[in-house]
């Protein structure tokens, strides 16, 4: 098996269980014949991970950080919950269902919609709050959802044996007459 199989044949999956979330680094075992720590690769051995049993003079080390620990290879961050929101444009009555990370601020959701919407800068962004004793109002973009008073309630929901989904947030986006550029 080349260093490179493990990795093609996981193309596009989510690989984060390779690795320690304290240290970040391919997580470590003992070797069970030298008994010293060495990478736990069950898969497979990959690129930046050495030999196993004894040092050999064919294996490369000829790099500075290995590619798990480069930030020009992070593709995505792995998020800790996603949950489901409506976008409504109230000008066209059209709505959109999305599925966005818990983490991301209302801009980043912008910035996701825009795909479908490439004015969607041009609108002002409106929301119900649980927060403030349900009042409809204008978002922080710099914030979350959460942050906005607006929280994912679908563990609630499946306490009392609802769907997760039983009710899917909507934010409201009202036309400011001030087109962005597309």
């Known amino acids: 098996m080349s260093s490179d199989e493990p990795l093609l044949e996981k193309a596009g999956e989510d690989i984060s269980h390779w690795f320690d979330p304290t240290t970040g680094d391919v997580k470590i075992r003992i070797h069970p014949v030298t008994k010293l720590p060495t990478f736990y690769t069950p898969q497979g051995r990959f690129i930046h991970i050495p030999?196993?049993?004894r040092p050999q003079t064919d294996w490369d080390c000829n790099y500075e950080l290995p590619w798990w620990?480069?930030?020009?290879y992070v593709i995505g961050k792995l998020s800790q919950k996603t949950r489901l929101i409506r976008i409504?444009?109230?000008?066209t009555g059209l709505e959109a269902p999305l599925e966005v990370p818990s983490e991301e601020t209302i801009r980043e959701i912008l910035d996701r919609y825009a795909s479908r919407n490439s004015h969607a800068g041009s609108y002002t962004w409106k929301?119900?709050?649980t927060a403030h004793d349900r009042i409809f109002m204008d978002m922080n973009m710099d914030k979350t959802l959460a942050k906005n008073g607006i929280p994912d309630e679908?563990?609630?929901?499946?306490?009392?044996?609802?769907?997760p989904d039983y009710h899917i947030p909507v934010l409201h986006l009202y036309f400011n007459d001030d087109l962005t550029p597309s």
């Open 69 to 72: 620990k480069d930030e020009r």
């Open 127 to 129: 929301g119900i709050s």
């Open 51 to 53: 030999p196993p049993d």
């Open 88 to 91: 409504k444009n109230v000008l």
């Open 154 to 163: 679908s563990s609630l929901f499946t306490s009392l044996g609802l769907a």
